[in-house]
């Protein structure tokens, strides 16, 4: 009889031990966010980006997490420029990653031409960005995802 005691007695701390470890998981699990197929692209937030010989106009981009993003890259320049932000590019799922041809770190835009990239960020932080042909004429800026 005593046995019988002990073994209700550990499994209730077991259970008790489980549910108290998936309730603590759950509160760390971000808030949900809509997946990629039932977004509604319509209502994104657009933001230009201009790339000249050799800067971005501006220089600090700043997106919002969570929320469809609609990237205008226009390039003024006559030269071919590109948007490189290798650590961006992780933390942001695209509604088109072919977008990203086979670099996976950047998106080159011919000159005098236009290219929309549409995205959700999904971490918060500050991200460098430059143009990979030309970081080494202070084509550089940066991205603040808040
Ligand atoms: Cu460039």
């Not at 390039?75 to 420029?81: A, L």
């Not at 549409?118 to 971490?123: K, L």
Request: aromatic letters at 8%.
């Amino acid at each position: 009889m005593p046995m019988i005691a002990d073994r209700r007695v550990l499994l209730l701390g077991i259970a008790l031990a489980f549910a108290i470890c998936s309730a603590s998981a759950q509160s760390i699990v971000p808030p949900a966010t809509p997946s990629l197929a039932t977004i509604d692209w319509s209502k994104s937030e657009l933001i230009t980006i201009t790339m000249t010989d050799y800067e971005f106009t501006p220089r600090h981009l700043a997106f919002r997490r969570g929320l469809p993003t609609r990237l205008h890259l226009v390039n003024d320049g006559t030269e071919i420029h590109d948007f490189t932000a290798p650590d961006f590019f992780k933390t942001i799922d695209l509604r088109d990653p072919s977008v990203m041809r086979s670099s996976g770190i950047g998106i080159p835009v011919d000159p005098h031409q236009r290219k929309d990239v549409e995205f959700i960020a999904r971490m918060p932080g500050r991200f460098g960005l430059i143009c990979a042909d030309h970081d080494w004429a202070g084509m550089t800026a940066d991205i603040l995802v808040e």
